[in-house]
């Protein structure tokens, strides 16, 4: 299984609005709505930013938002504020013996 | 409030074997799949073992098969991940994670361990 494609950087000013895109295939990102997203701060675990592709669970800002076009997940976080700036990881259900898979990584710099 | 402490990392011997815990509390341990997930050193997030609720099926990333062994005990609430034969690229921080029924994602983190093969 390999990991998902994610863009290594992605940046925006504060108010903007930045996308990270999250390229899988048609067995795990395409092939089912269970797409997740995490945030991770240097030295911090991750946090369940995003769900099921575009659940929010409680306490996540309404920036945050999720969504799916065939095997390319995305996160899109609107009015971008300074604490957004963190490591930002995609995952999908992928079934079989491995079920699960993590993207690479994208790193989210506040301008 | 869930919460998941892992322990048993440090410093260990190519070859050498580690056996990882982690204490779960705030959740009925025994209806929730486990999993745990590493990170290497300035590296990405990667799955590496999963274990249903009932621990009848067992779950593993290619690198660590015939290695590793992923367990569970009800009655201590725990979580464990048996290494053996480590290597140097197993150096990482090994998170354990809560599973969602539907098995589709983790929505409870620990602060994870961190596990370093050297010589």
């Known amino acids: 299984q390999s990991a998902l494609t994610q863009p290594p950087s992605a940046s925006g000013s504060p108010g903007q609005s930045v996308t990270i895109s999250c390229t899988g295939t048609s067995s795990d990102v395409g092939g089912y709505d269970y797409v997740s997203w995490y945030q991770q701060h240097p030295g911090e675990a991750p946090k369940l930013m995003i769900y099921?592709?575009?659940k929010r669970p409680s306490g996540v800002p309404d920036r945050f938002s999720g969504s799916k076009s065939g095997n390319t997940a995305s996160l899109t976080v609107s009015g971008l504020q300074a604490e957004d700036e963190a490591d930002y990881y995609c995952s999908s259900y992928a079934g079989g013996i491995t079920p699960f898979v993590f993207g690479t990584g994208t790193k989210v710099t506040v301008l | 409030e869930v919460q998941l402490l892992e322990s048993g990392g440090g410093l260990v011997q190519p070859g050498g074997s580690l056996r990882l815990s982690c204490a779960a509390s705030g959740l009925t341990f025994r209806t929730y799949a486990m999993s745990w997930v590493r990170q290497a050193p300035g590296k990405g997030l990667e799955w590496v073992s999963a274990?249903?609720?009932?621990?009848?099926?067992?779950y593993y990333v290619d690198s660590v098969k015939g290695r590793f062994t992923i367990s569970r005990d009800t009655s201590k609430s725990t979580l464990y991940l048996q290494m053996n034969s480590l290597r140097a690229e197993d150096t990482a921080v090994y998170y354990c994670a809560r599973v969602t029924p539907n098995w589709d994602h983790f929505d409870s983190w620990g602060q994870g361990t961190l596990v370093t093969v050297s010589p």
């Open positions: 099921e592709v575009d």
């Open positions: 274990i249903s609720s009932s621990a009848i099926s067992t």
